[in-house]
C-alpha cells in the first residue's frame, strides 16, 4: 500500500511484511517516509564533536559531546554511572491536559546525561573520543573500539597507527582510507582487503606495492593498472614525490581520470540471503539496510551488527538486539524497543525513552539504570504500571503523537554536529525549513594561519606543533601534536592541508548514499539494484558480470 509522507508530500511503499511487524510492535503503520525517518534518528547522535564544559555536579572541567549551551544538566560519565546521581529524583506523574512530547521534554532537560558515550575504564590516553571502548593513545576518533595509536578516524575497529580512516577493520599503519579490511601501510584507497605498500587502490584484494589500480586481484609492482619491474615501479614510484603534498595532489588529479572509467560492482554485499542494501554482510532476509552485519528480518537498518533481529528503523549499535523499531544508539542485549533513544544494556519492553540501561517495563523515562515499571521517571507497582500505560497510548493517539519519533524540536543534537549531517546533508536553511536547529561556526577557530607548511614532510620539524593552521577549503583551524607529527614521518604523508572536519566531510562524500536505484548493468544491460544513481558516470555492473570481469 502506498502512504503520504507528511514531510515531503511524496508517496512511500509499505508491504505487507512491514504491516505484519507494525501490528507486532502494536504500533501505527509510519506517516513519513523512511528517507525523514533516518534523518530524524541520525539527530539523535553525535559522535565527532567534543566540547569543553564543566559537569554539573562537580563543577569539573570535562569533555563533553554536549555543547556549554546544552539545556540539561551534563554529568562526567563516572559520575553518571555512580551511586551519587539519582534519576528517581525528577519522577513526576503524567498530565493528561498536555500532551506527551511537551512533558517528556521537560524530564529530559531536567534529569542529568552522560557526558560522552564511552565504555568506562577502557580508555588509555584517550580521552578525547566519543562513542568508543578500549582503546589506547586515541585522539578524536568515535564509533571505534579497540584500536591503539589512531587519529582522526571513525568507525575503526582492532586498528594501530591509522589516522583520517573510516570504516576500517584490522589495519595497521593506514593513512585516508575507506572500508578496507586486513591491509597494512595503506594510503588513499577504498574498499580493500589484505593490501599492503600500496597507495590510491580501489576495490582491490591482496595486492602489495601498487599505486593507483582499481579492480586488481593478488597483483604487485602495478600502476594504473599497468605491469611494471620492481625497478621501473620504484622509479616512477620516487617520481611521484608521496611524501609531499604537491606530489599527492598531482598523482590525486590524474588517478581520478583513471577512476572515472573503471568497473564497480553494484552493491558491497557478502554471504547475504534475500537482503537488499549496501555494505551488507552475513545476513538474512533484510531490506534496505547498509552498513550492517549479522541481520535477521529487517528493514532500513543502518550501522548495526552483531546479531540484530526482527528490526525496523534501527540505526547504531546492536549486539544481540530483537525486536526494535525506531530506535538509535540502543544496544547490547535489548528487546522490544519503540521509539528509543541511546538506551544501553539488557533494556527491553522500553517505549519513548532516552538513555536508559539495565531497564525493563519503562515508559517516557530519561536516564534510568536497574529500573522497572516507570513512566516519566516515576516508580509504578507492576499493576499499576500496566493500568495506566494503555490511558497514556490513548491520550497520545487523540493528540497524534502515538506512533511518531520524537519530533524535530526535541532532537537531542543540532543537525551539523549529529550523524544527519555526514549522510544526509542539509544547509542551515534546508535544516531550519524540516525544523532543525543549526550550531552556528565559532569565529574564533577562524583565524590565519601561523606558518607556511613545507611541501615534504622531511622538511618538518617539532615547531609545527606550536603553529595554529588554517584549512584551506574551509579556514577553519587546527594543530598538529607531537604524537600525530611522529606518526606522520612514519607514514611518510605530508602534514594535512585540511583541518579534521574538512577530511571527514571528504572521506564521507566518498561514500555512497543509502539509497537504492535501478540502472542497467554496463555489460549485460540487465536492470540492477545499485547504490549509483542512474545519472552517475561509472560503469556500474551487476555482481554477475563485475566477478566475471575481475577474476
Known sequence: MEIKC???GENFEVDQWEIDFCKNMAVPLPTVCPEERLRRRLCERNTR???????????KKIISQFGPDCPAPIYEQSVWWSDDFDPFQYGRDFDFSRPFFEQFAELKNAVPRMSVFVVGGTLENSEFTNCTGYLKNCY????????EDCYFSNRIYHSKDLCDCSNCYKCELCYECIDCLNSQRLYFSQDCENCHDSYFLKNCISCRDCIGCVNQRQKQYMIANKQYSKEDYEKLKKEFALDTASGIENLKARISEFYADGAYKCLQSERCENCTGDYLYDSKNSLECYDSKDLEDCRYCVKVAGGVKDAMDYSSWGFKAEK??????CGDGIYNLRFCSNCTTNVSNATYCYGCTSSDNIFGCVSLKKAEYCILNKKYSREEYEALLPQIIEHMKKTGEWGEFFPEDLATFRYNESLAIDHLPLTKEQAAEKGYLWRDKNESEYRPSDVSLPDSIRDVDETICDKLLACEVMGKNYKISSSELKLYKRLGVPIP???????????????????LFERQCAKCARMTSTTYAPERPERVYCAECYLAEVY
Open 49 to 59: 564533536m567534543l566540547y569543553y564544559r564543566n559537569c554539573d555536579f562537580s563543577g
Open 140 to 147: 578524536l576518533i568515535c564509533e571505534s573500539d579497540y584500536d
Open 6 to 8: 507528511r514531510i515531503t
Open 324 to 329: 526494535v523499531y525506531q530506535s538509535t544508539s
Open 497 to 515: 592541508r585540511l583541518c579534521p572536519d574538512q577530511r571527514h566531510l571528504e572521506r564521507m562524500e566518498k561514500k555512497n548514499p543509502w539509497k
